[in-house]
Structures are given as structure tokens and as C-alpha cells.
T-cell receptor, first 114, second 108 residues
Framework: EAGVTQSPTHLIKTRGQQVTLRCSPI?????VYWYQQALGLGLQFLLW???????NRGNFPPRFSGRQFPNYSSELNVNALELEDSALYLC?????????????FGDGTRLSIL | EDQVTQSPEALRLQEGESSSLNCSYT??????LFWYRQDPGKGPEFLFT???AGEEKEKERLKATLTKKESFLHITAPKPEDSATYLC?????????FGTGTSLTVIP
């Protein structure tokens, strides 16, 4: 069974640019979550999508946004990049919520802002 | 405020020296506690789910237990390949709350 896949694996951008990160969940999983993990810090919750709808978002500015497609894949968009956006961005998927299913993670996209 | 706290932040063990990692939480309406292992530059790897106080799960040298306010990850006779950061998370109803992890180093 294929795991969660994320692309690209690495990105280098400059301040002010925009970036799109992509995530394909495990087959059969309908929920997708996005996290930011800055160097040496814990996982910070960004967004949760389920069945194509945004269910919850963390304490991040509106320039962080995303969507989930009918095939349950997802993308995360970050506008007006700032230096502090440099981090590992992790995507996770799970079976439908309400059943307390664990998340399964991809290996992330490493975003570096110069 | 919903919160997950892990201790210690870092732990160094000799190979074969057993120990425990702690995860305490203040999430109301706990609906699941999850343990993960994260290697450098990788995404977290799922280890265990615990749903109710008294529950225990085991996998190789790892054993996870759950009480009403905390969970323990017991590592028995660890090996160098057990070196990683161990994360716990709880599902609070509308999001997962993660602790900052315990960085475990097992010295040969």
C-alpha cells in the first residue's frame, strides 16, 4: 500500500514569492492535515480538510491556505513568503474522523526562504 | 487550554538500559492518544493508538500505557536503532495536539 506522498521534497524561494505544496493521501483516506515543523520545534497544526471541506485551521495568517480535491489529494499555498516560513511542511492523512483514526505522515517538503 | 507536554526533552541511554518517556495532556474529551517515532528529515511514523485508561500496546521493545492524565512509552533493553524523537499526540475533537517530543539517543 502506498503511503502519503508529498511533492516537491525540497524548495528554495525568496521573500515575497508564493509556493504550492502537494499531498496525495493513502488510498481510502478522506482526511488530510497540514503541519509546519520549524527546525527544533514541534509540529504546528495548519489545516485540516475532510471530504473536500476545510474543517479547522490553526493559528496561522490567511496567507496560508489550501484546498482538497475530489480525489482527496490536497495542496497548501503560502503567499508572500517570509523568512520564518522556512520549515518542514508535513502532510498526514487518516480515515474519516469521528472514528479516532491515527494519522499517517508523508516525509514532508523542506522549504527554505532566502 | 488543550495542551500536551512531553518529558524529558532529551534522554541518553546506554544500550540495554531501560527507561520511560512521559506524555501528559490536558485535552478535554480525549478521544485517542497516539505515539509516533520521527527520524531526522523524515515524517513521523505511527506506533500506537490508545483509547482508554488502563489500555496497553506493545511492539518489539516498546510498550505504551495510558492513564486518565498521562501516557508512558516504556523502552526495554533499547538498541542504537531506537534512537529517534518520540512524539505523542491527542485528538481533541477538532484537531490533533502534539507534544514537542523526547529526543532519545541510545549509545552502543
Amino acid at each position: 500500500e502506498a503511503g502519503v506522498t508529498q511533492s516537491p521534497t525540497h524548495l528554495i524561494k525568496t521573500r515575497g514569492q508564493q509556493v504550492t505544496l502537494r499531498c496525495s493521501p493513502i488510498s481510502g483516506h478522506t482526511s488530510v492535515y497540514w503541519y509546519q515543523q520549524a527546525l527544533g520545534l514541534g509540529l504546528q497544526f495548519l489545516l485540516w480538510y475532510d471530504e473536500g471541506e476545510e474543517r479547522n485551521r490553526g493559528n496561522f495568517p490567511p496567507r496560508f491556505s489550501g484546498r482538497q480535491f475530489p480525489n482527496y489529494s490536497s495542496e497548501l499555498n503560502v503567499n508572500a513568503l517570509e523568512l520564518e516560513d522556512s520549515a518542514l511542511y508535513l502532510c498526514a492523512s487518516s480515515l474519516a474522523v469521528g472514528r479516532n483514526q491515527p494519522q499517517h505522515f508523508g516525509d514532508g517538503t523542506r522549504l527554505s526562504i532566502l | 487550554e488543550d495542551q500536551v507536554t512531553q518529558s524529558p526533552e532529551a534522554l541518553r541511554l546506554q544500550e540495554g538500559e531501560s527507561s520511560s518517556l512521559n506524555c501528559s495532556y490536558t485535552v478535554s474529551g480525549l478521544r485517542g492518544l497516539f505515539w509516533y517515532r520521527q527520524d531526522p528529515g523524515k515524517g513521523p511514523e505511527f506506533l500506537f493508538t490508545l483509547y482508554s485508561a488502563g489500555e496497553e500496546k506493545e511492539k518489539e521493545r516498546l510498550k505504551a500505557t495510558l492513564t486518565k492524565k498521562e501516557s508512558f512509552l516504556h523502552i526495554t533493553a533499547p538498541k542504537p536503532e531506537d534512537s529517534a524523537t518520540y512524539l505523542c499526540a491527542v485528538w481533541g475533537g477538532n484537531q490533533f495536539y502534539f507534544g514537542t517530543g523526547t529526543s532519545l539517543t541510545v549509545i552502543p
